[in-house]
């Protein structure tokens, strides 16, 4: 079963303005929770992660927000621009599974001018 | 650093035939990893590997096999291709996950593959 569940599936923002993307999970053992961002034709890469001890990550415009008693993160993306444009992607890893990352279905993101 | 290549960058195969996928990465990574993407599917793990000599199966490796004999490349093997093979498939690698420490996939550009 999806042990990440992404939502929503798309996403339409008008130039700045906040996006906000939600991911839920059910395994308390995940302990590493990154958002990787993937523009079409590339590869995914790593946008900012977050690791359960602490409630909020935030780097520029990006900050992931973390709820461990809900299970539940986000990522909020302020002042939201056109070449913010991409599909994101939430995952989870736990240590014992030597970097293995369950990934959510991830959100394609339309930022209009 | 070239990070992780990926050839081809697209293929077309009949049903039935075999090819293999290249990944390399020139990051000394001890771990590396094949998925594939399906359109709001998000990315399914077929296989991974920690070290040279050693591999394990992800979510989805029916259809598929990988070897590992060098730190540097992981193939990825389709053998009888189906039409629900038809993905885009990535190759990652990261190094070894320290206590603690963050554990960041470095992902290649992606093969496009559709079986006909």
């Known amino acids: 079963q999806q042990q990440v569940k992404q939502s929503p599936q798309s996403l339409i923002v008008q130039k700045g303005g906040i996006s906000i993307i939600n991911c839920a999970y059910e395994n308390t053992a995940f302990d590493y929770f990154p958002w990787y961002q993937q523009f079409p034709g590339k590869g995914p890469a790593l946008l900012i992660a977050?690791?359960?001890?602490?409630s909020e990550k935030k780097e520029g415009r990006f900050t992931i927000s973390f709820n461990k008693s809900a299970k539940q993160f986000s990522l909020h993306i302020m002042d939201s621009q056109p070449g913010d444009s991409a599909t994101y992607f939430c995952?989870?890893?736990?240590?014992?599974?030597?970097?293995?990352?369950?990934f959510g279905r991830g959100t394609q993101l339309t930022v209009w001018p | 650093n070239a990070g992780v290549t990926q050839t081809p960058k697209f293929r077309i195969l009949k049903i039935g035939q075999s090819m293999t996928l290249q990944c390399a990465q020139d990051?000394?990574?001890?771990?590396m990893y094949w998925y594939r993407q399906d359109p709001g599917m998000g990315l399914k793990l077929i296989y991974y590997?920690?070290?040279?000599?050693?591999?394990d199966k992800g979510e989805v490796p029916n259809g598929y096999n990988v070897s590992r004999s060098t730190t540097e490349d992981f193939p990825l093997r389709l053998e009888l291709a189906a039409p629900s093979q038809t993905s885009v498939y990535f190759c990652?690698?990261?190094?070894?996950?320290?206590?603690?420490?963050?554990?960041?996939?470095?992902f290649g550009p992606g093969t496009r593959l559709t079986v006909l």
């Open positions: 990652a690698s990261s190094p070894t996950r320290t206590s603690g420490g963050d554990n960041e996939q470095f």
């Open positions: 990051m000394n990574h001890n771990y």
């Open positions: 590997s920690v070290g040279a000599g050693i591999t």
């Open positions: 977050i690791r359960p001890d602490v």
């Open positions: 995952a989870a890893s736990r240590r014992s599974t030597l970097g293995r990352l369950y």
